[in-house]
């Protein structure tokens, strides 16, 4: 294995919508750069990227991959991205270690939905960008059109290439800088031949927005071009470097990854154009205690610090983290700090990635990535550094969980679905699992349909577990809304000792969230000092098993304010069972009501699909708290009662062609409509009677 400085490493994302062909792109770049001998298909599940059973079944992909080739002395990390909506906290990830992001876009259908998510995403993260138009072998590819609509939408772009014939016949493109034009044969060749007639004056006046978007990269080449009206092609390469490095210039490239045209050009352009991790310079990152800035040079000979942007897990190998060294060398035999979860991990075997495959080395120096395995205590997102020089590094922000549902496992096979869903929560930071006490369910938040049945698939596969979902419990809550009173009383005679207490208890409503308050009011000895505890125990146990529907009784004030004893047959239990009974009793005596949860719940959908979700939100017993546009977007906030939004990620992603986002959290309780109380306390009676 050569020695790659960090000035000859390219770590390129490609992100975009699903089925614009990013696996087949970083594939036939690989076939292209010589990594892979042999070119992979989508449909017989050969890529190096697509690997696992999963993504092979689905023909998309649903992790990222890293992929490696070295070529023309240059090193290429290539991370093959999802485009899939429910797997997106995977291009996050990615973006987080790229210096590039290629975004590529289908030559017919152009922008789509997560086209956009996904250069945003770029774009918070001041990942420099720009696009591979692809699929120009497709019948109606269109790259005119399609460049019009990234230069309206996303603005300064430029045309590095220009799609000649698009079409089936597709094998042409103009060099706009080299004002050439590239006949590509099957097999990767490239032949170089002069722009036609007809053709001229369109290569000229796409050379010249070029010049024009390159000048304005830089302020000494824009006054020159002011000044003469032309540039040097130095000049234009310098000023494209250094807008694309910026992030303001967006350069456009084309090609069509199945039949590999314009893989060599792809491949030149990367290193001509994307910033290595020396240009991109120093990473900021902070001393663990004092939170003070520590700069982290991209030099092998620094102290090492390296960022862990992914995990996974797989069977005989066990966890393999995915890290990308940001400064100094990190070997096998290394101790190394992990200063975001604490303790020491002992570096051994390490690893280049080829999607599935993996070469081993011994070491992995500063812009490079790697893979290591076997860590005792390192998950996605943590640093690992030299221990004299503690750092943490900013890791990625994923997205919260939007939708949620109850696991059960089939045979009722409880540990090793618990075993296996930890397991796999450790490759993916987009779901949580909890198990739900008062629910007794075990609870799988995620981002969506698709992600929840690739888990059910590996709980399958690989922990024999079979699982299926279901909609989560609600933890309601009973409550009282009137005063009462009741006499709560216990007496058994059954030979030997009797057992005896009474208690008169007094129950009033208390303001929402107010929880429990027990007053004793007990004069004169009615009941005995040492019984009235007793009285509070029995009260209490029976508010968690509820009275009328079977939920936590909540918000109610108790006050014993009267009682009688038997000096031989009182005792502790005889005086819990009446305060029980007399709670109960005092409860029917009110007016009762069902409470449940209700989330607040912001949604941000395209101003044209506000109708259909304002009145899917009334549908769903929602209130609207208030309305703002932002751009193209309208932000609602509304409150939302948990019962209705079981699924509402995937309806939100309906109705709004894949583009609503939605957060919650809890609001509060709020009584439930007469009609659902019903019902709840008729099921409580079924289940009852049912035993
Ligand atoms: N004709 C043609 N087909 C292509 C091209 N690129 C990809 N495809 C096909 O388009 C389909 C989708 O390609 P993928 O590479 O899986 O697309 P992707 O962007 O990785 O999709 P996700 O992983 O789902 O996000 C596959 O059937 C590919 O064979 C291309 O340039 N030309
Ligand atoms: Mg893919």
């Given at each position: 294995m050569k020695e790659y400085s960090p000035e000859a490493i390219r770590n390129v994302s490609f992100i975009g919508h699903?089925?614009?062909?990013k696996t087949m792109l970083t594939e036939a770049l690989l076939f292209a750069m010589k990594a892979i001998d042999r070119m992979g298909s989508i449909d017989e599940g050969t890529t190096h990227s697509d690997f696992t059973k999963e993504e092979i079944e689905r023909k998309s992909s649903i992790a990222t991959s890293l992929l490696t080739a070295e070529y023309k002395d240059h090193k290429f990390n290539l991370l093959d991205t999802p485009g899939f909506s429910d797997f997106i906290g995977e291009v996050k990830g990615a973006l987080h270690v790229s210096d590039f992001a290629m975004t590529v876009v289908h030559g017919?259908?152009?922008?789509e939905v997560v086209t956009e998510q996904v250069w945003q995403f770029a774009t918070d993260d001041a990942v420099p960008r720009g696009f591979f138009v692809n699929q120009?072998?497709?019948?109606?590819?269109?790259f005119d059109a399609v460049l019009e609509q990234l230069e309206n939408t996303f603005g300064n772009t430029a045309a590095i290439h220009y799609a000649v014939n698009p079409g089936v016949a597709f094998n042409q493109v103009i060099d706009v800088l080299g004002q050439k034009l590239l006949t590509f044969e099957k097999g990767g060749k490239t032949t170089k031949g002069d722009v036609p007639a007809d053709l001229q004056d369109k290569a000229a006046e796409l050379r010249e927005t070029l010049m024009e978007r390159a000048a304005e990269a830089d302020d000494d080449l824009l006054e020159k071009y002011f000044d003469a009206g032309e540039l040097t092609q130095d000049e234009i390469l310098k000023g494209l470097k250094a807008g694309i490095r910026n992030g303001t210039l967006h350069p456009v490239l084309c090609g069509a990854a199945v039949p590999q045209f314009g893989m060599q050009e792809l491949a030149q352009f990367l290193i001509d154009y994307a910033p290595s991790p020396e240009e991109m310079g120093i990473e900021t990152g902070k001393v663990p205690e004092t939170g003070e800035d520590v700069e982290l040079k991209p030099d092998a000979n620094a102290p090492s610090a390296a960022l862990v942007f992914k995990t996974t897990t797989e069977a005989h190998i066990g966890e393999m983290s995915y890290m990308r060294v940001y400064s100094g060398t990190i070997r096998s035999g290394d101790e190394l700090?992990?200063?975001?979860?604490?303790g020491m991990e002992k570096i051994n075997q390490m690893y280049f990635s080829q999607g599935k495959e993996r070469k081993g080395v011994d070491h992995v120096s500063a812009g490079d990535m790697g893979v290591l395995v076997k860590l005792k205590n390192t998950h996605t997102g943590d640093t690992l550094c030299d221990p004299a020089h503690k750092v943490l590094i900013e890791e990625p922000h994923f997205p919260e969980p939007g939708i949620r549902a109850a696991v059960i496992a089939g045979g009722g096979d409880e540990d090793k679905l618990g075993e296996g869903l930890q397991i796999l929560q450790k490759a993916d930071p987009t779901f949580n699992v909890t198990f739900d006490p008062e629910l007794k369910q075990t609870i799988l938040s995620g981002q969506g349909d698709a992600q929840f049945a690739v888990i059910l698939s590996r709980l399958k596969e690989r922990f024999g577990v079979q699982a299926h979902l279901v909609e989560p419990r609600i933890p309601y809550r009973e409550t009282i809304k009137t005063k009462a009173e009741a006499e709560g009383k216990h007496k058994k005679q059954s030979g030997g000792r009797g057992q005896f207490g009474l208690a008169w208890l007094r129950i009033e409503p208390m303001p929402r969230g107010e929880g429990y308050e027990f007053v004793d009011e007990i004069v004169g000895g009615a009941i005995p000092r040492q019984f009235i505890p007793a009285v509070d125990k029995g009260v209490q146990e029976t508010m968690t098993k509820?009275?009328?529907?079977?939920y936590p009784v909540v918000d109610v004030k108790v006050t014993v304010f009267d009682g009688k004893y038997h000096t031989v047959d009182s005792d502790e239990f005889s005086f819990k069972m009446a305060g029980s009974i007399g709670f109960k009793e005092a409860v029917k005596n009110s007016k009762t009501v069902i409470l449940e949860p209700v989330y607040e719940v912001e949604i941000k959908v395209p101003q044209e699909n506000m109708g259909d979700v304002m009145g899917d939100i009334s549908s769903r017993r929602g209130k609207v708290a208030s309305m703002d546009s932002e751009g193209k977007w309208q932000l609602i906030k509304a409150t939302i009662p948990l019962a209705e939004l079981y699924k509402y990620a995937n309806t939100l992603r309906s109705l709004t062609s894949g583009r609503g986002m939605h957060r919650r959290k809890f609001s509060h309780y709020e009584e439930v409509p007469g009609d659902i109380q019903a019902k709840l306390v008729e099921e409580h009676e079924k289940e009852k009677a049912e035993g």
């Open positions: 699903g089925a614009c062909g017919v259908s152009g922008l120009m072998d497709k019948e109606n590819a269109n700090a992990n200063t975001s979860a604490g509820g009275v009328v529907a079977g």
